[in-house]
């Protein structure tokens, strides 16, 4: 359609554009050139019946001659029609006056051409201004999400010239949208204030918005009240009328996760195209912002429940004080002193004093005052507590480690500095929270253990579950270090749990190993038992892997447990 320019006057103070009638022919001489985009010189427009409409304008004075020529820039965009006219009597336009409004309108047309490419990258270059201030903001205050919202409402309003504006995230799950910051229509320093509120919601299925939300299409809508699908409820809670409204989805992963909505064009009766292609470009990074801000809501709503779960974890996985309290009154049957510095010694009927036997090695290695025993106590405990009920990597096996380590110590007395002698925390913790799965299982099915620890999973695990327990108050056995020596202390504990893992080849790991497979050098009852806990554990895992379709190797295949025999041989 077309629309009369009136320049600005004294009176009104700025320009006005009155609507004239669509393009098209048989109205007015404007219309007819636009619909052409030739230029036309009439002579007499009152005998032309092409324009029974004339030129559209009420004048006092009859219109005779008509010169109207159509304004197109560099890029062949139709921008306005210049029409010239003299009124009945005066001599009319001719082919000369033609000639002379072509030229300057050519040069007229490449002006303004030129002043709306130097608009245009004055808008980029705002836009790219703001992008990165949004950015910053970001990126400096990643947590407050409505400082993030605020900056993107007010450059969105800046942008379409818009009076009020409002963003609406989507609720999928309930297929509502949402919101709870609000324009308000105030100015503080300039800028517009937005109202932190009580959260209102409406379905998806209503309104401008939720259409919007619903197909992921871009809606200007010229008069609101006038289109059915306006939802006025809004109108009604905020107080405010809506006159005309654009609409952008804010479109992420193929999924729109919000909508933004332009209200009531300051200048103009309504939004233009123009202002749907910048609002576009904005809307992709409007995007990005927001699935940024969300996927850290998510992550920090993930780490509230992470805290949480570790918080009954660890009151579920620490020792009670009854517990630590009966094991430092706790005393070993007079005949287990003489047998315990066996290497087949044979704890098995002996498993109401485990952490009583551990107890008394740390003190014959290390020495009574080496350890407060109170620390001592609460550690050993939860060690014991963190020990899964699997077939073979279990407390039992923790103990008979530590008991084979002690008795290397034992005999070789006077070869280790004092740190080492520590080793015999390495052993107790060394299977510290064994699922009964090999590492290859593990990495196999994507385990999330295999995920935080790429080489040797178990083993890695078992030391971070080792140092986790030593952070817990009162449980630290290492705290008359200095914090050089701890350091060190952790470090030959992490070298020796690592090298229980077979598949490495350490020389500092010859002695765990060792130990880690003592139950062979016991007598044959004892070794007996040991090899069915072990094919125990690799039977389940066989069981699990044939549940997915995994044919397990043979050691590991319960239906082929008549061949163990050949298998150990």
């Not at 999973?457 to 080792?466: D, I, R, V, Y």
């Amino acid at each position: 359609s077309l629309c009369v320019f009136t320049p600005p006057g004294a009176k009104e103070g700025h320009p006005q554009l009155i609507p004239a009638g669509p393009i098209a022919h048989g109205t007015t001489v404007s219309a007819y050139v636009a619909r052409s985009r030739k230029t036309l010189l009439v002579e007499d427009i009152l005998g032309d019946e092409r324009f029974p409409k004339g030129t559209g304008l009420e004048s006092g004075t009859r219109i005779q001659s008509v010169l109207c020529l159509p304004i197109v820039t560099a890029i062949g965009d139709l921008i306005g029609i210049l029409e010239l006219y003299r009124h009945w009597g005066k001599e009319a336009f001719h082919l000369s006056h033609q000639e002379v409004a072509t030229a300057n309108l050519a040069w007229a047309s490449v002006a303004i051409h030129q002043v709306q490419v130097c608009r245009g990258l004055a808008k980029q270059t705002e836009l790219n201004d703001f992008l990165l201030d949004v950015s910053k903001t970001y990126f400096d205050n990643i947590v407050a999400i409505d400082s993030l919202l605020e900056h993107i409402m007010i450059y969105a309003k800046n942008l379409v010239n818009a009076d009020r504006c409002a963003l609406f995230q989507v609720d999928h799950k309930n297929k509502e949208l949402y919101s709870d910051l609000f324009d308000i229509g105030e100015e503080n320093d300039g800028k517009p204030v937005f109202k932190k509120t009580k959260e209102i919601r409406f379905s998806i299925e209503k309104g401008i918005a939720g259409q919007v939300a619903r197909t992921g299409e871009v809606l200007n809508i010229p008069d609101a009240y006038a289109d059915p699908r306006f939802n006025r409820e809004v109108d009604l809670y905020t107080g405010y009328t809506t006159r005309n409204i654009l609409c952008m989805p804010i479109v992420s992963r193929g999924s729109v996760i919000g909508v933004v909505q332009m209200v009531n064009k300051i200048s103009g009766s309504a939004f233009s195209k123009t202002d749907e292609n910048n609002f576009k470009m904005f809307a992709v990074f409007c995007a990005l912002a927001l699935h940024c801000a969300n996927m850290y809501h998510r992550i920090r709503h993930s780490e509230c429940i992470y805290r949480v779960t570790m918080e009954k974890l660890s009151y579920h996985s620490v020792c009670t004080a009854e517990e630590w309290q009966n094991l430092m009154h706790c005393t070993l049957p007079p005949h287990i002193y003489k047998e315990i510095e066996l290497y087949h010694f044979d704890i098995s009927p002996y498993e109401d004093v485990w952490p009583a036997i551990f107890v008394y090695m740390v003190h014959q290695s290390c020495g009574t005052a080496c350890f407060e025993l109170e620390k001592l106590c609460r550690f050993t405990m939860s060690v014991k507590k963190n020990y899964r009920r699997v077939p073979y990597h279990n407390w039992k096996h923790a103990v008979t480690v530590a008991h084979c380590m002690y008795a290397i110590l034992q005999n070789n007395q006077g070869l280790f500095t004092d740190l080492e002698v520590r080793l015999l925390v390495a052993c107790l913790c060394h299977d510290l929270d064994h699922r009964g799965y090999s590492n290859s299982y593990l990495q196999k099915f994507d385990h999330p253990l295999a995920a935080l620890y790429s080489t040797s999973t178990m083993e890695q695990h078992h030391f971070s579950q080792t140092v986790s327990i030593l952070q817990l108050e009162g449980h630290n056995v290492f705290s008359n270090l200095s914090s050089s020596e701890y350091e060190q202390v952790l470090e030959i504990i992490r070298k020796a749990i690592i090298a229980t893992d077979l598949a490495l080849d350490r020389v500092i790991g010859l002695m765990m190993t060792a130990c880690d497979l003592c139950s062979v050098t016991k007598l044959w009852p004892v070794t007996r038992l040991t090899a069915n806990d072990i094919y125990a554990e690799f039977w389940a895992e066989g069981d699990e892997m044939k549940k997915t379709g995994i044919q397990p190797i043979p050691m590991m295949d319960r239906d082929k447990k008549d061949e163990v025999p050949q298998g150990q041989v």
